[in-house]
């Protein structure tokens, strides 16, 4: 069965200098037929006069069922995009977390994998804003 998570991307309004972008992390053991992920994350957020006006991120292998952390869109709504708020922004996705320990990973490193992986996909997407 394969899961779906659709993370919305409102088009952007042409007469502001809103930005918008994102970025898909993949953690697995190694590449193969079947290519399993240990935890995935994909991030979009929009950057407004370099405020974060909204974001989103979405979490997959973390859960029973993949989903959007809340916590984490609320940790980034309003600040500008420093290094500390997006520590935050992982701290709170992988606090919302319920992963499993399987022969992939254990819970308590999945969890971690998350807070890393967040903020990483989080810096990307600031990046491609910039850019």
């Not at 779906?4 to 053991?29: C, I």
């Not at 957020?45 to 405020?51: A, F, K, P, Q, W």
């Amino acid at each position: 069965m394969v899961s779906v998570v659709e993370v919305p991307v409102e088009p952007l309004d042409p007469t502001t200098a809103a930005r918008a972008a994102g970025a898909f992390f993949k953690l697995r053991r190694h590449q193969s037929s079947v290519d399993i992920a240990t935890v995935n994350v994909a991030t979009v957020l929009y950057l407004d006069g370099g405020v974060i006006t909204d974001a989103r991120v979405a979490l997959g292998a973390v859960a029973e069922v993949p989903f959007v952390s809340e916590a984490a869109a609320a940790a980034l709504a309003g600040h500008e995009p420093l290094d500390e708020v997006l520590r935050a922004a992982g701290a709170a996705a992988a606090a919302e977390t319920r992963p499993i320990s399987d022969i992939r990973a254990s819970a308590e490193y999945r969890r971690e994998m998350t807070a890393v992986l967040v903020r990483r996909a989080l810096e990307e997407a600031v990046r491609r804003c910039r850019a």
